[in-house]
Each structure stands twice: as C-alpha cells, then as structure tokens.
Nanobody, 113 residues
Framework: QVQLVESGGGLVQPGGSLRLTCVAS????????ISWYRQAPGKECELVAS???????NYADSVKGRFTISRDNAKITVYLQMNSLKPEDTAVYYC???????WGQGTQVTVSS
C-alpha cells in the first residue's frame, strides 16, 4: 500500500523555522521525484519545491533562499527546511511522488504572531 505521511507542521512566529518531513512506503522511493506543494485557504495549490532522483532541486520564486528540500533514500524520507517564515507561508503542505501521482494527507503550517 502506497503511503506518504507528512509531519512537522505547526504554529510559528514570523521569522521562525520549521522542518517538514515526508515518509514514504509502498513504492520504490529512490526512483521517484518528490515535491512539496501547499494550499492556502481560498488559493490554488502551488508547487513549493521538488527534488529529483539524483538530488537536483527546484523552488518556487517565493521560497528561494528560505526553503531547502532534501531527501534521504535510505530513510525513504524527504525534508523541507523552512526558514525566515512569513505569514504568507501559511498553508497546508503536501508531499507528492511522481510517477504515480501519490499524495500525502498534508500538514498545517501557520505563521502568525
């Protein structure tokens, strides 16, 4: 059974940091591109960052220089380190695996004072 389980979300003040974790199971993780998406209330889902099978990364302009995506194939895990958080980063964050179009259930990130 394919599963992606996100964790690490929470409430943080502006300027703070969080690290999201996505743990995979049920498929050959090392062969998949893994991405983080987010969806804020009333807004469309947007790509935040992605990492290929060989570790190449891509980021949305809005998070460049603040967020870092990484993967540990031995731990079947992808991380999203988020620094210098802003209120506009508030959203539910999801991880996605391609091919297969597998999604996790999401984790809520709220940036507020």
């Amino acid at each position: 059974q394919v599963q992606l389980v996100e964790s690490g979300g929470g409430l943080v003040q502006p300027g703070g940091s969080l690290r999201l974790t996505c743990v995979a199971s049920g498929f050959t993780f090392s062969r998949y591109v893994i991405s983080w998406y987010r969806q804020a209330p009333g807004k469309e889902c947007e790509l935040v960052a992605s990492i290929t099978t060989v570790g190449s990364t891509n980021y949305a302009d809005s998070v460049k220089g603040r967020f870092t995506i990484s993967r540990d194939n031995a731990k079947i895990t992808v991380y999203l380190q988020m620094n210098s958080l802003k209120p506009e980063d508030t959203a539910v964050y999801y991880c996605k695996a391609v091919p297969g179009n597998y999604w996790g259930q999401g984790t809520q990130v709220t940036v507020s004072s």
